[in-house]
């Protein structure tokens, strides 16, 4: 780590410490207290102070204090975290460090909604979760390779929606409008309802919003206007029952969909020649019934899920094939343009049975068992314009993996004293994975030629260990170290040579410390970590092609290592001023040269720090009529592709981002006025390669939201 990065990570340190002296003469309200915050990340109810590992908790009414709607525009609370999105739906998660959606194969990063995980196999899009009557969103840092699996190696996010009142009726709704700088006019609009069906015993609660998400982008090749415009619909509806008072069941039914036009990429000028529409729809239904029994001297839970996803695409791919040959063979006129589609469905079957230990005793402990089984069609074909032929056949098969996983799990924690707590867990898992389809013959190929049948098997498995110590050094303060692993499965490419890809995993090592000062005004977190990544899987070509001849494909590529750090600070600076600010840092690189990377190349998409700083203020605006007022700024560093066999070595720019929102808050209504990007940065993102266009970040919006509740 150079002085200047030091300095950069030091920088936002030193300015808390040196406004130390001042917050410890105001007489404040506590920030949140990490005393009384309670999470579930372990799969059972504990303070977050005694979480042994890096974790941040971002509860319900600060999700709702910054009005944001995805887990995207909630990325600056969260060291370390990096969304990019070129498209609704289209999200890149990445955690310490690890970038989704490289080539195929499943999440980097674990995203569950309440009990049921929303990963697919081989689907490079997050489902959009919209944070609409959020109980809180958990961020779990560092591989969760115990509890949460296959796909957690960076670590896991938790979607947790609030739980039906069984002893009251309420209801909420909120409208917004917003206008995108040379773009469209946006709305939104939530609304939630509770109902107790029998008082202390059953309630509902339903929660819906529709959104219109404007575009912004131009095609200058047939002069349509802001043609990346979306829209977005969900339904959430949830029931529990207490039907005693040890038992509590709780079903819970999702819908979203998810209509996008084109995506965003574009040119500086917020432009792009397109000759083939890029939609894509995105539909998801998902049932979660879970059963919490207590048994005395154990916990009983259930948690039974399935999702049905379909997700239908076509990806323009003109830029691409361009070149020579295949201008003149298959786009012979100037409007000529080339894509590909796919339509793809995934049905997800999930269980998980667990017994816990109760709280009591020095010794507690968890043990499980889990199920998943996928089952995936996907049917695959070229899109041409002005050509009756197609440069390679489409594909009708299981898209390309069926998946069937089976797991065992512990975690048990014992306490060596009153300020010293010991936790270790493990989890050994089996995956069998199946690619079974039809290739169809490129129409290059001689009449009569048969299909390739894919028959493909492999299984694979893995234990993952974790060790967790936590030393409550003083009331309000504690140190934690951490060793855990995390595994990725390998899977299979559409290419003939290599066919099959291998599993990878990452073992990490940290110390963490967290805290509160100055009767609770002044909040930490700090965690310095070290990753070990082995058979990193990565996205490549085969040697001789180019991307108009040969389909991208997965490979292990060697080694990376390196450190990272984790900072989260809150600050009471006066009575009714706070200040929040996040840093990750992470430097994982190549420790080895291959055809594709060299030794220090960074691992692809990933910035190697992120910074944010908020500030928030409640106020009277009159004696009667309260206010707010925030201000939020948040940096990334550039991002890389490097594919050196192909001579790629591109950046994107470092991306800078100014929101404010300041409004008026009377116990039964709200409204703000908001603006976001104020700066109206135009930064590249997702650099394009191979010819397609960047994704940008969106220009300025200005709107203005309103809220009551009954």
Known sequence: MNTQTMKCLLTPVAAVLAAWPVMAQTTVDPVTRLQTVEVTASKRSQ????????????????????????????????????????????????????????????????????????????????????????????????????????????????????????????????????QLSGGQTGW??????????????????????????????????????????????????????????????????????????????????????????????????????????????????????????????????????????????????????GAYRQDMSQKITTQELRLESADKGPLTWTAGVYYRKTDTHSVTSDVWTDATFRLQGGFDGTGPTNVTQTALFGELTYALSPQWTLTGGLRSFNEKADNVGSKLASDFAPPGTPSTLYNDHAEFSATTPRLNLLWRYAPKEALYATASKGFRSGGFNSTATPRNYGPEDIVNAEIGNRGSLFGDTFQYEVAAYHSQYKNVQAQDLAPGCTPATCLALTVNSGKASGPGLDITLSAALTKSLTLDMTLGYSDLVYDVNTAERNKGDPLNYVPKKTVAVSLNQRFNWTP???????????????????????????SSNSVDTVNARIGVEMPAWQIYLEGKNLTNSNSVTFPGIFGLPDSRIAPRSIGVLVRAQF
């Open 188 to 337: 939104r609009t939530n609304g939630m309802v509770n109902v107790p069906l029998a008082v202390g015993v059953a309630g509902l609660r339903l929660v819906a919003g529709h959104e219109d998400l404007p575009g912004w982008v131009d095609n200058k090749a047939s002069g349509a206007k802001d043609i990346n415009s979306a829209k977005r619909d969900f339904l959430r509806a949830k029931l529990l029952v207490q039907p005693s008072a040890n038992v509590d069941v709780t079903a819970m039914f999702f819908h979203t969909a998810t209509d996008t036009k084109n995506n965003s990429g574009s040119g500086a000028d917020q432009t792009i020649a397109s000759y083939i529409a890029s939609p894509t729809k995105d539909t998801t239904d998902l049932f979660n019934l879970v059963v919490n029994a207590d048994l005395g001297k154990v916990r009983l839970v259930s948690s039974t899920g399935y999702i049905d996803r379909r997700i239908d695409t076509t990806a323009e791919l003109t830029a691409v094939y361009a070149g020579v040959p295949f201008r003149a063979l298959i786009m012979p006129k100037p409007t000529s343009g």
């Open 47 to 178: 303070l977050l102070i005694d979480v042994p590992y890096s974790i941040t908790a971002i509860g319900g009414s600060e999700i709702a204090d910054r009005g944001v709607t995805d887990i995207q525009q909630m990325q600056s609370v969260v060291p370390s975290l990096f969304i990019n999105q070129n498209a609704p739906g289209a999200s890149r998660i990445q955690l310490r460090g690890l970038s989704q959606g490289v080539g195929y194969g499943p999440a980097l990063v674990g995203t569950y909604l309440d009990d049921i995980s929303l990963n697919m196999p081989d689907a490079q899009r997050s489902l959009d979760v919209p944070l609409v009557d959020m109980a809180r969103i958990e961020v779990l840092r560092g591989p969760q390779g115990t509890l949460y699996g296959d796909g957690s190696m960076g670590g896991t996010i938790r979607f947790i929606t609030r739980a039906p009142r069984l002893d009251k009726f309420e209801a909420n709704v909120e409208a917004g409008v917003s």
């Open 624 to 650: 009667n009529l309260p206010g707010m007022t925030r201000l939020d700024y948040q940096h990334s560093d550039p991002v890389k592709f490097i594919m050196r066999n192909q001579g790629l070595n591109i």
